[in-house]
């Protein structure tokens, strides 16, 4: 999520990520296994034919194209799909919406329902617990506690009450299994980890509601760690932090180093004894933000065997005013309208989307950061986190339904099934499993 929350006001703290104005608390800018990156299958040898389509590797199953799905081409249909980062969970719980309809973009805001995953053959992904950053306090660790609970359990209530269409996923098997009945896959994920307060023995609570992947920090400092967009507090890690990690590597959980400074993803990676990913962030190299990655790290996440999951945000500025701030507020909030007032958020924010969009990049733009992170990090170790619904998407990637696009491009610059299959979901199951089997196999 590309949201900042500060002193309880989603939408105020927005100025800084959107490099409009400095925030009480002094942020600067807009809101790893190991192997080696390996050069990629190209085009030169010809990808699985639909003879081969279900013929699984330990990447992910490659197989037929699932019928009646008008938009996703039958190379990207034939691919295991997940994102990492879903922000879907704020509208688990809004009266009188339902996540299995199909909502048309023209007067919805929401980029993600079960119906159009299945047009854009997204198979599934990690739906978020983000919590706004609040006060280093007991009352305001109990508040997020509150919060990060609740979301919890509307993601646990959706799986429940579609679970003929999708299911939820403990484990890479879980995904495999779950895509061979022809379900989706719904991982657990947190984004932010503010909710724990003082201590790390939270984590095993939320592990055994299915939690599998965690980010440490989010817009602003916490108790854990450094954010990429506020001043350095512990540079990098704090005592807590570092307890956090262990943790984290003890539950066989994925650390996620989205958010974190860079001193902070630095300590991530020397400590952990799992890979880590980034379940959306992007490239420094092509836009200078402190939410992107550099190069020479890339290279260090991919030589210890992690993979950086791609992002539709920060490609360039963030556009952000009044307007648009305060209906990042409100929509942080649209489970507690009702059904006329949600729709009136959703027109207000379309309508911005045509005049005043928050991200001025074109899918060229896109595509060209992809292809470079690909290049300096090898298929091996990148992913896909759009961030939508969390203030993602761009021209020419605006929802779930246009995720076939990224498939073609990439098969039109040479990259065959078996790297696409690596990306899209492989790399992601990989570090999973990495995860779960040092902690199976550490000392008790």
Request: net charge negative; charged share 20%; hydrophobic share 45%.
């Amino acid at each position: 999520m590309m949201r900042r929350m500060t002193c309880g006001a989603a939408a105020a703290a927005l100025l800084t990520l959107a490099g409009c104005a400095a925030t009480p608390t002094g942020q600067t800018g807009a809101d790893a296994g190991h192997a080696t990156p390996a050069a990629s299958t190209r085009a030169a040898a010809p990808g699985p034919t639909l003879a081969d389509a279900n013929h699984a590797t330990p990447a992910g199953p490659i197989r037929s194209p699932a019928p009646g799905s008008a938009l996703a081409d039958a190379g990207h249909a034939r691919l295991l799909t997940l994102d990492t980062h879903l922000d879907s969970p704020v509208h688990f719980g809004r009266a009188g919406w339902s996540f299995a309809d199909r909502h048309d973009p023209a007067t919805e805001m929401a980029q993600v329902d079960l119906a159009r995953m299945a047009d854009g053959n997204l198979d599934g992904g990690f739906f978020a617990i983000f919590t706004p950053q609040g006060p280093l306090t007991p009352e305001g660790y109990a508040a997020a506690n509150t919060w990060a609970q609740t979301r919890s359990k509307e993601i646990d209530a959706m799986v429940v009450r579609f679970g003929d269409r999708i299911g939820a996923a403990r484990s890479a098997d879980d995904a495999l299994a779950l895509d061979a009945k022809g379900k989706l896959i719904a991982f657990k994920s947190i984004e932010n980890s503010y909710p724990l307060g003082e201590s790390v023995a939270g984590l095993a609570d939320y592990q055994r509601q299915g939690v599998r992947l965690a980010g440490i920090v989010h817009t602003e400092n916490n108790q854990f760690a450094d954010s990429a967009t506020d001043k350095p507090r512990w540079n990098g890690l704090s005592p807590l932090g570092r307890a956090w990690v262990s943790e984290m590597n003890r539950l066989g959980m994925v650390i996620d180093a989205s958010h974190a400074s860079d001193a902070s993803f630095d300590q991530l990676l020397a400590q952990s004894t799992a890979p880590i990913l980034l379940s959306h962030s992007g490239s420094r190299a092509m836009f200078d933000h402190p939410r992107n990655l550099d190069d020479a790290r890339l290279r260090k996440l991919a030589a210890s065997g992690g993979a950086l999951c791609f992002s539709t945000i920060y490609l360039g500025k963030a556009e952000m005013g009044e307007e648009r701030l305060a209906l990042f507020d409100q929509s942080e909030h649209i489970s507690s309208l009702n059904p006329a007032s949600q729709a009136e958020l959703s027109a207000r924010w379309i309508a911005m989307d045509k005049t005043a969009p928050i991200w001025n990049a074109t899918f060229d733009q896109y595509m060209t950061a992809l292809l470079h992170v690909i290049a300096v990090a090898g298929p091996e170790h990148v992913c896909f986190g759009a961030d939508f619904d969390g203030g993602g998407g761009i021209a020419g990637l605006q929802n779930v339904t246009d995720l076939p696009r990224i498939t073609a491009r990439l098969k039109a610059a040479g990259y065959a099934d078996a790297d696409l299959q690596k990306m899209w979901s492989g790399n992601v199951l990989r570090i999973l499993r990495a995860a779960q089997a040092q902690a199976a196999a550490a000392p008790r």
